[in-house]
Nanobody, 121 residues
Framework: QVQLVESGGGLVQAGGSLRLSCAAS????????MGWFRQAPGKEREFVAI???????TYANFVKGRFTISRDNAKNTVYLQMNSLKPEDTAVYYC???????????????WGQGTQVTVSS
């Protein structure tokens, strides 16, 4: 069992930056692939970025060059550094833990409660 708690969301102007954190419980954190997803009002949840404990990462095209996923296995924490934010990045951001490098939300077993990111124009 893994419990995930996100933090770091908030209101930021377009062009600004935020860093999201996701703290995980459990001693098996390093065995999971960690992902960030987001869901805007009226839209489906979509993949943002994923990262394995070995350092492999995958990003959605719309965040490449702007967002960076990283993880600290010693702290059981995964981060999402978001730069050059745009109003269309406004959404609830969720972290998730799963067994493999998959971009589909259904592949992830454990989810946090989400943190709101709002980007004003």
């Amino acid at each position: 069992q893994v419990q995930l708690v996100e933090s770091g969301g908030g209101l930021v102007q377009a062009g600004g930056s935020l860093r999201l954190s996701c703290a995980a419980s459990g001693r098996t954190f390093s065995t999971y692939v960690m992902g960030w997803f987001r869901q805007a009002p009226g839209k489906e949840r979509e993949f943002v970025a994923i990262g394995s404990s070995g350092g492999s990462t995958t990003y959605a095209n719309f965040v490449k060059g702007r967002f960076t996923i990283s993880r600290d296995n010693a702290k059981n924490t995964v981060y999402l550094q978001m730069n050059s934010l745009k109003p269309e990045d406004t959404a609830v951001y969720y972290c998730a833990a799963g067994p493999g490098l998959r971009v589909g939300a259904s592949a992830y077993e454990y989810w946090g409660q989400g943190t709101q990111v709002t980007v004003s124009s």
